[in-house]
């Protein structure tokens, strides 16, 4: 074999090659815009039938939809309508699942071996947010797949009962998720008695439940938050602060002015803040006198709680600018700034 | 009978031939790991709920660091495109970094900056910050004015004034995803050992903008940019990925990470001293939570998306090559301690070894062995079936494993949908490996020349922005409120800086 035929044959077999992989990468792309085009069609089936509300027809769509691809599409589908359908038609969906032949083959994949199935299982069950799953998702939070315990929170989450709050706090209590996750799953309306029934269990469960009552924002909880405020735990008493902020109403401004003087500066910076998000006029003098804090985030937090408490905050920042203490006036000279230019944009 | 010369050329090939096969291999296993890794993610997907991290009052704030030299033509449009981010709480902090055109101008003329004060939260040595600045109209962007000091000391002052847990370092000429930081943060909030994130980057070129923002992928239609569009795919989806399933990534890109702000301050920050700062801190943080026997997940996910401008000339492209490879070897000098010791787990054992080899004096083997074989070949000390079988195995593994990868991109992510996308990939999978691969060997092996001369410098990289800028504030340089330098007491050194001692709780407060 000369060099030239060499190469003519290395050339040849090379485009040969070439031309079999580029086929391959057609086919697969047309494959996959096929399997799209499916699955545009199959959503859009699921969410008129869900629409409709008919247990018999939900149950039949949760029995044919056999396969993972027609699963997940289920699931996306009854995701998408969430937010759009009354609670009503959601019983409905439930009540169609639970009728199903599938609910069965579900609560038995969540004991599979292979954590996605264990997850996809959860995640189907989970979605249209009844009751009927809890006990057979509870114990997936403690599953060693992190898909799995996210999906079992997010499902208990929104079965919304009792017993799942319970379910919740305990995963809190035992660690084993990030707290994070439990905490925005549980800080809703529903789960606030549950929530205060638990309190005062240990300082750092005690430190995410106020954070789960804040995000309720659900006025039953400014009490056992004020309570809160008074503990023996830093970070609990800051969680309180930050959530009594959240919760609102004028009930939590006289706790969070009594905790601008607290002796520790991260509890003081967050009740400024605090009162500064929920436009508690009447705390513009302590916020004034907060100017001149020996902690600088506390001089920052109640110089810009005054600029958002409107006219009589800004007021006090106009009087803090002749602060004979220089960085209370210079925090104040700052805000105000930032005030006159959002004036003129506004104006 | 063979003098000492064709001995030498025969040995040495033999010796090629076993490095090919033994780098073939590796790829090899990366790939299939990278490929099940990718399998894995796309089943989990649907039940992943990135939207809940998004939207969370619970999620994980971040702070998104933005050295700037010299971006004035694309600072507000990036700024733009990442305030767009689909994230519930994020600053963005923007550190000019002594800019000699008028980026600072930019920025106050787009956000009408406000000169503030603001308490740094940690300490890293840096050049002096001359002011920092809010804007009233955008409360998540802060900008940092300070004296050149390059990007590591840039993003080192932006860490001090970061005031979030976790610090996302962006290059100013790059826009990510807007679902990118939400994808990234799930990472850190599934599991908590989590110290660093590393997302893929890829080619923006001949994509579609309207006002800054990105509306439609597509591929270039210059040569060089859509060969490095392969490049970028090979190296994150074919290697990364493989790398941090084995929990040894080295590198994650300067471009876009995530990193957890807390960690990084112990570690120091970013190194100043070396242009490769962002692998060198990466191999860092790996070395110092091996030390403290902390646990150290740092990984890769390849679906946040960062996009990024790539060289379209020879001459920028050659530059940007050259400071990679200076900072690999940096590193690699820097840390060759941890090489082969136990301690260091698999890193020590097994990805710094293969970056040695394969990394870092891969090219000069490379270089050396294709001039040794065309010199053996021709003077018949090979034989000619075996140099056609042997370059025809290596031609066809490359186009392999580059299709691999367009595969991998098809199956996962679809971000080229067109047809015309696909053939120029298709195409360029076959010169990539045909002249491209060679060329950026030569760069990469003269890259120990210009490290030997202790060349610190970045080189001058030409970007043509991301379109025209949205409209933004009108100019009013007279009548902006600008504040008297404050001489605040912390800022001043009079007064404990209390807030250095701030909890680094996950919810600290929200200041």
């Known amino acids: 074999m000369d060099v030239v035929e060499g190469l003519s044959v290395l050339v040849g077999s090379s485009l040969v090659l070439w031309l079999a992989l580029l086929g391959l990468a057609v086919l697969r792309k047309l494959r996959r815009d096929r399997r799209e085009s499916r699955s545009v069609a199959r959503r859009a089936h699921y969410a008129a039938v869900l629409a409709g509300g008919d247990a018999g027809v939900i149950a039949d769509v949760f029995s044919a939809a056999g396969d993972t691809e027609a699963r997940t599409d289920l699931a996306v589908s009854i995701d998408l309508l969430h937010d759009v359908l009354p609670a009503a038609k959601f019983e409905a969906i439930g009540r169609g699942m639970e009728a199903s032949s599938a609910t069965r083959k579900l609560i038995a994949d969540l004991g599979a071996r292979r954590a996605i199935t264990r997850a996809r299982a ?19 939070l403690a599953d060693p797949d992190p898909d799995v315990r996210l999906v079992a929170c997010s499902g208990l989450g929104r079965a919304a009962t009792p017993r799942a709050a319970e379910a919740l706090i305990d995963g809190l209590a035992a660690g084993i998720l990030p707290p994070e996750r439990i905490i925005e799953r549980l800080g809703a309306p529903w789960a606030v008695e549950t929530i205060v ?48 902020g959240r919760v609102g109403g004028q009930t939590c401004v006289p706790a969070l002015l009594a905790a ?52 009589p905050g800004i007021e006090a920042l106009q009087r803090a600018v002749e602060h004979e203490d220089r960085y209370a006036a210079d925090r104040a000279r700052e805000q105000l700034a930032l005030h006159a230019v959002i004036a003129e944009v506004a104006a | 009978m063979m003098g000492p010369f064709e001995d030498f050329l025969h040995g040495f090939n033999v010796f090629m031939l076993a490095y090919v096969l033994l780098l073939q291999g590796i790829y090899t296993v990366l790939a299939i790991s990278g490929w099940r890794a990718i399998e894995d993610y796309v089943r989990r997907r649907p039940v992943r709920d990135y939207r809940s991290v998004s939207e969370s009052e619970m999620s994980i704030p971040v702070s998104i660091l933005v050295p700037a030299y010299n971006e004035e033509p694309s600072i507000v449009a990036s700024l733009r495109s990442l305030l767009e981010s689909q994230f519930i709480e994020f600053e963005i902090v923007v550190i000019n970094d002594g800019s000699k055109d008028g980026t600072l101008a930019a920025l ?51 860490i001090n004034h970061a005031n ?25 909030q599934a599991e908590p050992e989590t110290v660093a994130v590393g997302g893929i980057v890829r080619v923006v070129n001949g994509s579609e903008f309207e006002g800054g923002r990105l509306t439609k992928v597509r591929t270039p239609g210059n040569l060089l940019a ?139 083997i490379e270089c050396l062995g294709y001039t040794l074989f065309v010199i053996a070949v021709a003077l018949g000390v090979i034989p000619l079936q075996f140099a056609l079988a042997f370059l025809a195995i290596a031609l066809t593994y490359g186009l392999v494993l580059s299709f691999l990868v367009i595969l991998m991109e098809e199956r996962a992510f679809r971000r080229y949908p067109g047809w015309a996308d696909l053939m120029r990939l298709a195409i360029c999978a076959v010169i990539e490996n045909i002249g491209y691969r060679q060329l950026l060997a030569l760069v990469r092996m003269r890259a120990w020349y210009t490290y030997a001369r202790g060349n610190q410098h970045w080189g001058e990289m030409t970007r043509k922005g991301f379109g025209p800028l949205l409209p933004g504030g009108t100019v009013d340089a007279a009548g902006h409120p600008v504040l008297d330098p404050t001489a605040d007491p912390v800022l001043a050194g009079e007064a404990p800086v209390e807030a250095l001692g701030a909890p680094e709780i996950l919810d600290a407060p929200r200041i």
């Open chain 2, 226 to 364: 859509n060969l490095q569009i392969i490049e970028y795919l090979r190296a994150f989806l074919g290697g990364r990925v493989g790398w941090s399933k084995s929990g040894m990534l080295m590198i994650i890109s300067g471009a876009f990470g995530l990193f957890r702000r807390d960690v990084c301050v112990e570690v120091g920050g970013y190194d100043p001293t070396t242009v490769g700062e962002d692998a060198e801190l990466v191999l860092r943080l790996h070395r110092h939570q091996r030390e403290q026997r902390k646990p150290c997940r740092i990984t890769f996910f390849p679906d946040p998306i960062c996009w990024t401008e790539c060289p379209e000339d020879l001459g920028t492209l050659v530059r940007q090559r050259d400071r990679w490879q200076r900072g690999l070897i940096e590193m690699m000098v820097r840390h060759r301690d941890m090489l082969f010791r136990r301690r260091f787990g698999r890193i020590g054992s097994l990805a710094m070894p293969y970056f040695l080899v394969f990394e870092l004096l891969g090219p000069t």
């Open chain 2, 164 to 188: 979030f847990p976790l610090f996302c370092a962006i290059d100013g000429d790059s826009m990510l995803d807007a679902g990118a930081l939400s994808r990234l943060v799930w990472e850190f």
């Open chain 1, 122 to 140: 959860a995640f189907l069950l989970s979605r249209p947010g009844t009751a009927g799953g809890v006990e057979e998702i509870a114990p997936l």
């Open chain 1, 260 to 311: 601008l003087s607290s002796e520790v500066w991260a509890v003081r910076a967050q009740a400024a803040k605090s009162l500064g998000g929920l436009g508690a006029v009447v705390a513009v003098d302590a916020l004034e006198r907060c100017l001149s804090d020996q902690a600088w985030w506390v001089r920052a937090n109640a110089a810009r709680a005054l600029r958002e408490l409107g006219e």
């Open chain 2, 108 to 158: 106050k003329d787009a956000f009408r900056l406000v000169e503030v004060g603001r308490v740094p939260r940690s300490n890293l040595p840096t050049q002096r910050v001359r002011a920092v600045y809010a804007s009233p109209l955008e409360p998540r962007i802060v900008v940092i004015d300070k004296l050149n000091g390059g990007k590591a000391d840039a993003l080192n002052a932006g």
């Open chain 1, 197 to 244: 029934s638990r309190l005062n269990e240990s300082p750092a469960l005690d430190a995410s439940l106020a954070r789960a009552l804040g995000l309720s924002r659900d006025p039953r909880a400014a009490v056992p938050l004020t309570a809160l405020l008074e503990s023996d735990s830093i970070e609990v008493e800051i969680s309180a602060a930050r959530s009594l």
